[in-house]
T-cell receptor, first 113, second 110 residues
Framework: DGGITQSPKYLFRKEGQNVTLSCEQN?????MYWYRQDPGQGLRLIYY???????QKGDIAEGYSVSREKKESFPLTVTSAQKNPTAFYLC????????????FGQGTRLTVV | GQQVMQIPQYQHVQEGEDFTTYCNSS?????IQWYKQRPGGHPVFLIQ?????EVKKQKRLTFQFGEAKKNSSLHITATQTTDVGTYFC??????????FGGGTRLMVKP
């Protein structure tokens, strides 16, 4: 089955620790995105990547880092510099050209304890 | 990034009533996409509108793109409990930056 997979589904982190969220897609999509969603809120763009080895900051990139070493993978690291990291994190991918429908993963719910 | 405003933020309706959510921008939009997110789930693509004045229908859902390409609407006729969720509009601009509105949360009373 083609799709986009995020892991883990739930993640607990101690304050001061970095944590990396995984996002893998086998849809052969060029573009990938990371969004943050707080309870009852919309989706805010953290980082996006249009092509391997290239990525751009979104609206709320501070305290986060990403890499795009492979087309299929776009991991997000939540660093200790992120002051309020508890949130639902969504990864998405889309093709270049055409309708460019974005496909989302199931999300990772991160809780700082 | 592009500011896409969505109203209302919440809407309660009785099952069978109609529902509309609006998406507005101060600048011209390249296109507009609509997504639905069920409670506890992830957003799922519904449709994309590209042309000025475009209207598309999916069963009970009607999507419109304004003539000036600065606003869009999603209208649901005769809501059902399965319509519950949050509806988002999003702009996919030329830079591949997919920016979402704040969403409208629809609650349907049976």
């Amino acid at each position: 089955d083609g799709g986009i997979t995020q892991s883990p589904k739930y993640l607990f982190r101690k304050e001061g620790q970095n944590v990396t969220l995984s996002c893998e897609q086998n849809l052969n999509h060029d573009a990938m995105y990371w969004y943050r969603q707080d309870p009852g809120q919309g989706l805010r763009l953290i980082y996006y990547s249009q092509i391997v080895n290239d990525f751009q900051k979104g609206d709320i990139a501070e305290g986060y880092s990403v890499s795009r070493e492979k087309k299929e993978s776009f991991p997000l690291t939540v660093t200790s510099a992120q002051k309020n990291p508890t949130a639902f994190y969504l990864c998405a991918s889309s093709p270049q050209g055409g309708a460019r429908e974005a496909f989302f993963g199931q999300g990772t719910r991160l809780t700082v304890v | 990034g592009q500011q896409v405003m969505q109203i209302p933020q919440y809407q309660h309706v009785q099952e069978g009533e109609d529902f509309t959510t609006y998406c507005n921008s101060s600048t011209t939009l390249s296109n507009i996409q609509w997504y639905k997110q069920r409670p506890g789930g992830h957003p799922v693509f519904l449709i994309q509108l590209v042309k000025s004045g475009e209207v598309k229908k999916q069963k009970r859902l009607t999507f419109q793109f304004g003539e000036a390409k600065k606003n869009s609407s999603l209208h649901i006729t005769a809501t059902q409990t399965t319509d519950v969720g949050t509806y988002f509009c999003a702009e996919d601009n030329a830079g591949n930056m997919l920016t979402f509105g704040g969403g409208t949360r629809l609650m349907v009373k049976p």
